[in-house]
């Protein structure tokens, strides 16, 4: 119940100044990291203000892998368009009907809504020690991410 209270009170915050970019595909890293630590650092002093004792120290980093993008430890992982391999450039591609729309539904996802769900990943693990992997993980970090 009181996870609940927590996450509906989140919904009381906006994301800052970068989210009117950071729902797009960026053309440079230092703007995209930028944007992503302003993010994360709003995210970080919403969650501290609900919860002044919770041990919430996270950063942001570009690490492009084949997961794109993933919470490990204290970071949030996130990927950068040109470092994509091609095969999942090409996925993006054939799921939007094109190599124009591929790239806006990668940043669409990838630099706007999994940004927010990772650092729900980050505050269950702040909650719990741990997160829980499975279903239960994924549906708290998505609900985190949408009402925040």
Do not use: R
């Not at 995209?32 to 002093?45: E, G, P, R, Y």
């Not at 919403?46 to 041990?55: A, D, G, L, P, S």
Request: aromatic letters at 18%; proline letters at 3%; one cysteine or more.
């Amino acid at each position: 119940m009181k996870n609940c209270f927590l996450l509906t009170f989140l919904v009381c915050f906006q994301i800052g100044t970068a989210q009117e970019k950071w729902f797009t595909t960026y053309t440079d890293t230092i703007s995209l990291v930028n944007d992503a630590q302003l993010i994360t650092k709003s995210f970080s002093k919403n969650i501290i203000k609900i919860n002044k004792n919770i041990k919430y120290d996270i950063k942001t980093v570009l690490h492009t892998t084949p997961y794109l993008i993933y919470f490990y430890k204290d970071a949030a992982n996130i990927p950068f368009w040109d470092q994509v391999i091609p095969e999942q450039k090409q996925f993006f591609y054939e799921i939007a009907g094109s190599e124009e729309e591929g790239k806006k539904i990668f940043g669409l996802f990838f630099n706007g809504f999994y940004l927010p769900h990772e650092l729900g990943h980050a505050f269950e693990f702040a909650l719990k020690g741990e997160t829980a992997g499975s279903y239960q993980g994924e549906y708290f970090a998505n609900t985190v991410a949408i009402l925040w």
